[in-house]
Structures are given as C-alpha cells and as structure tokens.
C-alpha cells in the first residue's frame, strides 16, 4: 500500500499567491471581477503548488459540470463492432476534448436502459447530450425532453413534438428547437442509382437500411426517386429489407437473388451491408462488377477500399457529423438560452447560426471497382 499525498488547498493556493480564498476561488472558476495582476499571481501559484480545483464544488459555481453524454440507441454488440459509431465517436470526441469535456457514453439496449439513461439525465450528471441512431418508436426523444437536458440529434428526427411519435402528416424535421445534424441520404442514393443507370445496368435492386430509421427510408426514397422514371423500375421484387450489417446484407442479397435471378445491379444502404451481398455473390459464381454492379453507402475506410473489389459508394463525412453535433452543443451551452437555469424548455439546444431543422452535410459518389 501506498501512503495518500495530500493534495494542496485552495487556502494554500490563497497563502502562496497572498490573496484572499475568495479571489482564488474566483480565478480557478473562470469568474470575474479579478484584476489581472492579481488573477496571475494565483495562477502562478496553482502552477507552483500544482492545485487541482474540485470538481464538485466548481460545479455548484459555474452551474456546469463540463461532460456531455452521448447515448446510442444501440446495443453495445452493434456499436463496438461497426466503424460507424467509432469514426463519429471520434469526431465527437475530438471536439469536446478541445474544449477540455467530458465524453460520458450511454447506450441502450431495452427498456430498463432507457429508464436507466432518463434516470441519469435527469439527475443532472451533465451539461447536455449528443443521441444517435435512433429508432422511430425509441421512447429516448420523449424521455430526453422530460429532462430538459439541451441535445442535439444525429440524423433527421423521426419525431414530432415533445419528442414524441409523429403521424404520417406530420413534418417532424421541423418541429420548433430540435437541433440535428445528418448528411444528404437522399441525394447521395440519387447519385448512386444514376450512375448505376448511367453504366447501363437494367435490373438495379435496392438493399435497404432497418426502414425505422430515417437515414433507411431517405436512402430508399432516393433509389425509387430514380427507379420511377426507368422502365420497370417500380418492380417490388427489387426491394430487399436489411438491417445495416453483414450478415443482414448476407441475407438480404440471398433472398434477393431467389426473386430476381437476372439483377445486374445492388444500391446497398451501407458499406456493411454491401460486403454482405459482395460475399453472396462471389458465392454464387456472379462476377463484380461484370456480372453485377455494387454500390454502397458511408466510404467507411478501411472498408471501403479493402473490400473485394474496392467499393464503390457514396461518402459521407462521418466523423465531421460527430465534430459539429458537438460543437453545436457546446456552442448552444454557451450562449446559455434560458438563462434562469441554463436549459432549454424544449430540452433541445440550438445555435444563432444553425437553420430551423438543423445541418444536412453534403455527399459524394467515390467511384472504384465495384461499379
């Protein structure tokens, strides 16, 4: 066992810098009111006796704890395995480390998760939260509205007001103060079925995402944007649900192949999945992309480029959506939008700057060998 060094004092800072405990408290708190001969004399002085300020009890100065929650309406099997959440995790990451935060990641997996993460919000533990992949009957938006916590969301809601279900008529990326951030899932599909159409390709099947969540049926909106005007292009065989995974692509591409023999194309709503069909297909004896052209979505690298063939698909600037969720958080915080408590009524933050709905980021096709 190792003898516990004490750590120095605010009162010993105050004795060395010889100053008042309260203009200590003042300096190492970021308050003001301090004149600047003196706030560098305590600064020196923390440097000397290498003081390290209480957390708590700055917390009750400054109102604020310096961590942010992210929560990921995921199970901890799915995250850890798809470079999908690492490159926004780092981005996120990247961010609140420049602004010396506190990263606190919750996921969820059932109901108990849930209550648990609405328990842990609700007690005041962080500044705000940044909530990804959600699903459209995910109680998260409702719950995270309850608590008043400021949040910004990864992805276009699927949400109406308070957080709650929308109906069919309802246009849940507008509902007043939700914040998010997502990339143009719509416009990226077009590109990718155009180009599929472009090389001449008849027969262009779409695997799609889990269709509960948005980013799924924008990307699905896209592919039937540009098969509705192609011959036949509104054939239901050429549809394939699939889940974001490889082993959903694997199934997917398998059912897909009973129900249509002669497809010469796949728009696959992720990289992963695309490996998935990329698998069923050398299985079967069918060259890519002689025989059938794959494209995918996000250009997650590696993946992308070491898949066989390198994947063709459409970039998404993944870790540059976690970088601005974050930024538009702490930004919001800053500018402390209820000032009688620091929150936001709607338990969403926003940024002067940001547009009604938040930020769509643009996409791009990367062409390589697999279409």
């Known amino acids: 066992m190792t003898e516990a060094v004490s750590r120095p004092t605010l009162e010993a800072v105050a004795a060395r810098a010889g100053v008042s405990r309260a203009t200590v408290s003042r300096v190492v708190n970021g308050g003001d009111g301090v004149r600047e001969p003196?706030?560098?004399?305590?600064?020196?002085?923390?440097?000397?006796?290498?003081?390290?300020?209480?957390?708590?009890?700055?917390?009750?100065?400054?109102?604020?704890?310096?961590?942010?929650?992210v929560v990921i309406a995921?199970?901890?099997?799915?995250?850890?395995?798809?470079?999908?959440?690492?490159?926004?995790?780092?981005?996120?990451?990247?961010?609140?480390t420049a602004h010396d935060n506190q990263l606190v990641l919750l996921l969820t997996e059932g109901r108990d998760d849930h209550a648990r993460v609405a328990r842990y919000l609700s007690g005041g533990h962080v500044d705000g939260a940044l909530v990804f992949s959600l699903h459209l009957d995910d109680p998260l938006p409702g719950l995270i509205h309850d608590a008043g916590v400021?949040?910004?969301f990864g992805g276009r809601p699927g949400w109406?007001?308070?957080?709650?279900?929308?109906?069919?008529?309802?246009?849940?990326?507008k509902d007043p103060g939700v914040v998010y951030v997502d990339c143009d899932n719509r416009g990226g599909a077009r590109a990718a079925v155009r180009h599929l159409v472009d090389l001449g390709r008849g027969r262009i099947a779409h695997l799609t995402g889990p269709l509960d969540q948005t980013s799924a049926v924008d990307r699905l909106d896209g592919y039937r944007d540009v098969m509705g005007e192609a011959p036949g292009g509104n054939d239901p065989r050429l549809?394939?649900?699939?889940?974001?995974?490889?082993?959903?692509?694997?199934?997917a591409m398998r059912e897909l192949l009973d129900r249509c023999p002669e497809v010469d194309a796949v728009f696959a709503a992720n990289d992963l999945t695309a490996l998935g069909a990329l698998r069923v297909l050398r299985a079967s004896g069918r060259r890519v992309p002689e025989d059938v052209a794959v494209i995918g979505f996000d250009d997650m690298l590696p993946v992308a480029e070491e898949a066989d063939p390198p994947l063709t698909t459409v970039r998404q600037d993944i870790e540059e959506m976690g970088r601005l969720m974050a930024r538009l958080l702490l930004r919001g915080l800053s500018d402390g939008r209820d000032r009688t408590d620091g929150r936001d009524r709607t338990g969403t933050t926003a940024d002067a700057a940001t547009p009604a709905g938040g930020v769509v980021l643009p996409t791009t096709l990367i062409r390589r060998a697999s279409a």
């Open 160 to 173: 109406g007001d308070n957080g709650r279900a929308a109906g069919p008529a309802r246009s849940p990326a």
């Open 74 to 96: 995921e199970p901890e099997t799915r995250v850890f395995a798809d470079p999908f959440f690492a490159l926004q995790l780092r981005g996120i990451s990247k961010e609140l």
């Open 239 to 251: 549809v394939v649900e699939s889940d974001f995974t490889p082993a959903g692509g694997e199934r």
């Open 38 to 69: 003196l706030a560098e004399r305590v600064r020196q002085a923390v440097a000397e006796l290498g003081y390290v300020p209480n957390q708590a009890a700055r917390s009750l100065v400054t109102r604020r704890h310096d961590a942010v929650a």
């Open 150 to 152: 400021p949040t910004v």
